[in-house]
């Protein structure tokens, strides 16, 4: 398979960061530079600073995510953000139903492909 994280199209990246974001979150307090390492590590390609930090601040003000600064290593100090159990909540719901949407689309274009339903 080949690589084309850098030839996704920015609206389906703008579409799925919110629950991409809570997703990098989940096992554990991360700061934003190591989100957007964790997605690009991921195939999600280079996401900007000036795109995922507005978006933690709205799941802040949300009551998704909650913030610590912690002191860095040598350096300056971090904005680390975890998510709260509503931000859990929300992730779970997020991706049952980003799934069956996935899912409904695949089946729209590929019809001859069999559904999750048929399979078992």
Known sequence: MTD?????????LRATLGFLALRALAAGPSYGYAIIGDLETHGFGTIKGGTLYPLLTRYETAGLVVTEWRAGDGGPGRKYFALTDHGREELARLSEHWQSFADTSIRYLDPERPSKETQT
């Not at 084309?4 to 389906?12: E, F, H, Y």
């Open 4 to 12: 084309t994280s850098s030839d996704w199209p920015s609206d389906w």
